[in-house]
């Protein structure tokens, strides 16, 4: 049995983490952190009921990591929260998968070291859902060929970080294939500033956050007379939890820290 505890269990994806613990037989969900309710058990709050949801809620990470026997950590929280837990977590033997976007360099870098140091493993994924990871393979292939790209992400309009992590993920990806160039004409001008979006390596990523979305993006590669549009939808949640499940239980048999469920799917 893999023992989890799950940060942010009130919010979207915290929802659906504890439900996706919760039904599989390996994992047992010991605890919660969230940032308010401590001292109450999960039970007590709205739309979590049953046995399985009888557990302590933290507000105080270390009292719940010192406290609370766990091999796992599922975060999904925010970037400035998540990068603590997750220390936090490794200094005390737990091994974080990570769901919060918004992870800087440095904080990876900083991550790595720790894992490497510990010895234990980390998995942090900007997108979890198997479809995006095929999207992304399949725009680093494409990018061979296609030098010209542009990244449009859609998400709900709560999300805090711009671009997505799963915008930057594809564009590094990408950028392992294609030479680095300035893509439009080389005299563009925008006349609202933002016009043409992020620039990454001169390819540029687009942000569109609306209600009603929950996390789409198109990658489009243009080549004379012709384009290539590849597109992946999560309309519900449950889009991410097999990659989530798959990462509570490779977690186990790491030693270090993997960014990108594209490096632990086969
Ligand atoms: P959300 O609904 O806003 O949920 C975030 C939750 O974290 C909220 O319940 C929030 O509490 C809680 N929180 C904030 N500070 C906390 C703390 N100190 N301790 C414990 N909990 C804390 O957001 P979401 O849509 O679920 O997304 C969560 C994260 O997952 C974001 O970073 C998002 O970009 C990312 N995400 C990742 C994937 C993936 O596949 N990797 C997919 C979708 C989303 P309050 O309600 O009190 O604010």
Redesign the pocket.
């Known amino acids: 049995m893999i023992n989890v505890i799950i940060?942010?269990?009130?919010?979207?994806?915290?929802?659906a983490a504890v439900q996706m613990v919760q039904e599989a037989e390996r994992f047992q969900l010991v605890a919660v952190?969230?940032?308010?309710n401590g001292g109450k058990r999960l039970s007590d709050l709205e739309g979590f009921s049953g046995e399985k949801s009888d557990v302590p809620i933290y507000?105080d990470?270390e009292e719940c990591f010192k406290t609370v026997k766990a091999d796992v950590l599922i975060d999904?929280?925010?970037?400035?929260?998540?990068r603590?837990?997750t220390l936090a977590a490794l200094s005390h033997g737990i091994r974080p998968v990570?769901?919060?976007?918004?992870f800087s360099d440095e904080d990876l870098e900083d991550l790595r070291t720790m894992t490497r140091e510990k010895g234990i493993g980390c998995i942090i994924?900007?997108?979890?859902?198997i479809g995006?990871i095929l999207m992304m393979k399949f725009a680093q292939n494409a990018a061979k060929y296609f030098g010209d790209v542009e990244i449009l992400e859609m998400?709900?309009d709560?999300?805090?970080?711009a671009p997505?992590?799963?915008a930057i993920k594809t564009a590094q990806l990408i950028s392992e294939e294609r030479t680095e160039k300035k893509q439009g004409h080389l005299k563009e001008k925008e006349t609202i500033e933002g016009a043409r979006g992020a620039d990454f390596e001169g390819m540029r990523i687009h942000s569109i956050r609306l209600p009603g979305l929950?996390?789409h993006q198109e990658v489009i590669f243009g080549g004379e007379g012709q384009t290539l549009t590849l597109r992946h939808d999560?309309y519900d949640?449950k889009s991410?939890m097999s990659?989530?499940r798959v990462s509570v239980d490779t977690v186990m048999n790491l030693d270090h820290l993997v960014y990108g469920l594209e490096n632990i799917l086969d």
């Open positions: 940060a942010g269990p009130r919010g979207k994806m915290g929802r952190l969230d940032r308010k507000e990470h999904l929280t925010t970037p400035e929260v998540g603590i837990h990570v769901g919060t976007t918004g994924a900007p997108n979890f859902a995006a998400h709900h709560q999300k805090l970080d997505s992590g799963t929950i996390a999560s949640r991410f990659g989530v």
